[in-house]
């Protein structure tokens, strides 16, 4: 097993300003744009690469893969955070990371339970030991609503290792997701935890035609079966032995089916990096980070949006050029059931070449509602949207401000009217 995975690293090259308290642009449909919050690494965070959740008070949550307590050992010269940003703005850090048995390096999202305590995973750290992982194979944990940190789970390696993404939690409390590497083939893993800490690999990615690597987190029917995404694997595609990445379906029986393989360019899109949505008739929705037949801006495609009806046909939906539209989606998509609409982001393209948050109607049609300057509104949206009763639609970027060392700087929080 590597040391630790190669990330989707973002390299900066747009112009920074420095950020003062809230701005508001004007972007296409004149949407408006509001910056909430701009990370300045140690004490208080930076680098997110998830989406946020809300509680019924206005509070969001999220983690930063850097920043925090400082520590030599981690990424940028820091471990991590769990913070909260409240309804004015005002963040709080409720764990900071130290790359010891707590973990380190946060890459997915949170979830939260009906008691308002947090569920999340670390990248690395945890139990150092014998195992598979120089730097710990990662941790599951749990705040309470006291700030009480858990850590209940730590990842050995064999039975997974370095999770990226979310979790999952049933109405038992059984968290479920995935590991990057580790297990029986280094190729990954599901696993579920249940509620006294016992964890068990429900399935070993093979690395073959089942896919390899799953970075995202696990959606559910309303009969137990599990979908996710393996960004690799699947058939060889584009002249590459690594495959395109699947969509797998993970049965009650423990049965592992491949529900669709990723072609490539020009063709459906490849490496699937996040999770699925449904919609009411149960078809599957998620981007592919690169492929398609948007052939603008990028060599092998900049990426799709793309459906899987539930007879197994996949269809495209839209191919990102990595121009004014946008390039490399990799974060999960927001369904709006009533609109029949998505809303998502781009790490690429858009007016200034920094990403956008968008928005593709039931027709195809793909509108950009914010093109990000990689001024102080940030760069590089890497992870989901959320939107609250008002339909105003919430984000972060990974980079932008550059008032906390080296480049890809902090990131930003922000809000984004679709009125």
């Not at 940190?149 to 993404?165: K, N, R, T």
């Amino acid at each position: 097993m590597p040391n630790k995975l190669s990330l989707r690293c973002i390299s900066v090259l747009a112009l920074v300003f420095l950020a003062a308290g809230f701005i508001t642009i004007q972007a296409a449909e004149a949407q408006t744009f509001t910056l909430l919050y701009s990370f300045k690494g140690p004490p208080d965070g930076g680098n997110p690469y998830a989406g946020l959740i809300e509680d019924n008070h206005g509070n969001r949550y999220g983690t930063t893969y850097s920043g925090g307590m400082v520590n030599s050992k981690c990424f940028d010269g820091a471990c991590g955070t769990v913070f909260k940003l409240d309804a004015a703005g005002k963040e709080t850090v409720l764990h900071r990371f130290t790359d010891g048995k707590d973990g380190a390096n946060p890459y997915g999202g949170l979830i939260r339970d009906a008691a308002g305590n947090l569920y999340g995973t670390t990248y690395t750290g945890g139990y150092i030991g014998v195992n598979q992982c120089s730097y710990g194979c990662g941790t599951v944990f749990k705040i309470k609503p006291s700030g009480q940190f858990i850590v209940l789970f730590s990842f050995h390696g064999s039975d997974g290792g370095y999770p990226l993404g979310g979790l999952l939690r049933d109405a038992a409390g059984t968290l479920y997701g995935t590991t990057s590497v580790g297990g029986a083939y280094d190729s990954g893993t599901i696993f579920k935890l249940d509620v006294r800490g016992k964890e068990t690999v429900l399935y070993s990615f093979t690395g073959g035609a089942d896919g390899a690597q799953p970075l995202a987190g696990l959606v559910q029917d309303v009969a137990g079966n599990l979908y996710g995404t393996a960004v690799l694997g699947g058939n060889i595609c584009d002249g590459q032995g690594v495959g395109c990445g699947t969509v797998f379906k993970f049965d009650t029986k423990g049965h592992e089916t491949t529900l669709h393989t990723f072609t490539g360019y020009p063709n459906d899109g490849k490496f699937p990096p996040s999770s699925l949505v449904w919609d009411k008739a149960g078809n599957l929705y998620g981007t592919t980070e690169i492929g398609g037949n948007g052939q603008y801006n990028c060599n092998y495609g900049c990426g799709t949006i793309f459906k899987l009806q539930t007879n197994g046909k996949e269809e495209v939906l839209y191919s990102f050029t990595g121009g004014a539209d946008g390039g490399t989606p990799n974060a999960s998509l927001l369904w709006d059931s009533t609109r029949r609409e998505f809303y998502g982001t781009t790490v690429w393209g858009g007016a200034h070449g920094a990403g956008t948050v968008f928005r593709l109607d039931s027709k195809g049609k793909e509108t950009v509602l914010h093109s990000f300057t990689g001024g102080s509104d940030g760069l590089y949206p890497s992870g989901n949207v959320t939107r609250d009763k008002a339909n105003n639609l919430y984000g972060m970027t990974t980079g932008g401000v550059p008032d906390c060392g080296r480049p890809p700087y902090c990131g930003t929080v922000f809000k984004v009217s679709t009125k």
